[in-house]
Nanobody
Framework: QLQLVESGGGLVQPGGSLRLSCTAS????????VGWFRQAPGKEREGVSC????????DYGDSVKGRFTISRDNAKNTVYLQMNSLKPEDTAVYSC???????????????????WGQGTQVTVSS
């Protein structure tokens, strides 16, 4: 059974940092593009970042550029999202998604991904 599990969410003060993890089971992340998305209450799902299967290509949403960094460790079957300088407006449920069979590159659009995790809550508040 193909499954993605996110972890690392929680409550953090403004200016703080969190690292989210997305671990796959039932399949390997080789040849799989992975994206991180977030959705706040009353708002549409937003593309945060994505990474190509080899890790040589990444993309970021404008609101997180310079603050968030995506990376992957295929040996651990895990993709990470390092979030620094967090702001209250970063508060949302963060989900990772995977699209197998990608040759290169990645896209930061939800409809490009077939497999999704359940999400992890990130709350930025003092």
């Amino acid at each position: 059974q193909l499954q993605l599990v996110e972890s690392g969410g929680g409550l953090v003060q403004p200016g703080g940092s969190l690292r989210l993890s997305c671990t796959a089971s039932g399949f390997t992340l080789d040849h799989v593009a992975v994206g991180w998305f977030r959705q706040a209450p009353g708002k549409e799902r937003e593309g945060v970042s994505c990474i190509s299967p080899s890790g040589d290509s990444t993309d970021y949403g404008d609101s997180v550029k310079g603050r968030f960094t995506i990376s992957r460790d295929n040996a651990k079957n895990t993709v990470y999202l390092q979030m620094n300088s967090l702001k209250p407006e970063d508060t949302a449920v963060y989900s990772c998604a995977a699209e197998p069979g990608v040759i290169s590159g990645c896209r930061n659009w939800p409809h490009e991904y077939r497999y999704w995790g359940q999400g992890t809550q990130v709350t930025v508040s003092s």
